[in-house]
């Protein structure tokens, strides 16, 4: 069956967020006499439209990543396609069903790991499946599976503060892929790394999600990151925050950073991104 005809792993339509901004912030509001960030809030302060009218459709097994300028609304449309914010209209769908809070079959990896640091790393793992009461052998063959998969099984009984950077956030990813999550959302999850250890996780990452064949949307400032790891590239615009344009990404994955390097494809669709996201194109 083909992506076109399968229900989407995300479908997302016609879907408008606003905020309030402090008053604090907004001349506006100071000219309309409100005198504090409560007030503004509570009395509509500055409504401004975060996002506008986003259409998107995620296919089963896709990778797609989310860039565009600063503040764009990135973040915001990767809370509310995980339900962990609340929409203001239209409607998000995961594998068919209206997503009204975390759906149970999510993962998350988040640019600061999160990892709770008064447990060890096969703890950590043990924590994100409490909920789902395996008997004990079954989630040890679990946690075991998924320290393997991310190179940690020998830091099975480290604490958070005693692992590099990079193995914290290869232990978050073991941890979001503990509940086998059928989407995983990804908010810039290397972007606190040096740029060696960064390259290194990506290769290993994209290994690790070709594996677990999950959905993937990521959310990324660097385009070549963009390019190494997607099938689809949804380029987005500011004020208010929309899709601008869907780029295809037609290499085979997982791919390697060498096989890139030298692609002249590659580096077109790097400098199409590059452009629409300056405002150049
Ligand atoms: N809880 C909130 N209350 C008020 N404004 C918010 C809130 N969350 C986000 N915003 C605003 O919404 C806009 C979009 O923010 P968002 O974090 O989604 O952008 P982004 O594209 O992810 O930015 P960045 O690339 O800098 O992380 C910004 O103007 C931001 O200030």
């Not at 439209?49 to 296919?59: E, H, K, P, R, Y």
């Not at 764009?72 to 209209?89: N, P, Q």
């Not at 193995?167 to 059928?182: C, F, H």
Request: glycine share 8%.
């Amino acid at each position: 069956m083909s992506i076109a005809t399968a229900t989407p792993a995300i479908q997302v339509t016609g879907v408008t967020k606003t905020f309030s901004r402090p008053v604090e912030r907004s001349a506006r509001s100071r000219r309309r006499g409100a005198q504090s960030a409560t007030e503004a809030i509570t009395t509509g302060g500055d409504v401004f439209t975060a996002l506008q009218d986003i259409d998107l459709s995620v296919g089963k097994g896709e990778f797609v990543s989310l860039v565009g300028a600063s503040g764009c609304g990135k973040t915001t449309l990767l809370r509310m396609m995980s339900g962990l914010i609340a929409r203001d209209s239209g409607e998000i769908r995961i594998d068919g069903r209206l997503v009204n809070g975390v759906p149970s079959k999510v993962g998350f990896v988040f640019q600061e790991p999160a990892l709770l640091p008064w447990r060890s790393v096969h703890d950590n793992l043990a924590f994100a499946l409490e909920y789902k009461q395996l008997p004990p052998d079954e989630r040890e063959a679990v946690i075991e599976d998924k320290l393997k998969l991310t190179n940690l099984l020998e830091f099975r009984n480290s604490y958070p503060h005693q692992l590099s950077g990079g193995m914290q956030q290869r232990a978050g990813l073991a941890r979001a892929l503990a509940t086998d999550p059928e989407v995983l959302f990804m908010d810039e999850p290397l972007s606190a790394l040096d740029a060696f250890t960064r390259r290194r996780l990506q290769q290993e990452i994209a290994s690790i999600i070709e594996a677990s064949g999950a959905t993937c949307v990521l959310v990324t400032h660097d385009v070549d990151e963009a390019v190494f790891f997607s099938d689809r590239i949804v380029v987005m615009g500011a004020r208010p925050g929309r899709v601008t344009e869907l780029i295809d990404v037609p290499f085979p994955r997982p791919r390697t950073q060498v096989e890139l390097l030298g692609n002249p494809e590659a580096a077109q669709i790097r400098d199409r991104v590059l452009e629409l996201v300056l405002g150049l194109g």
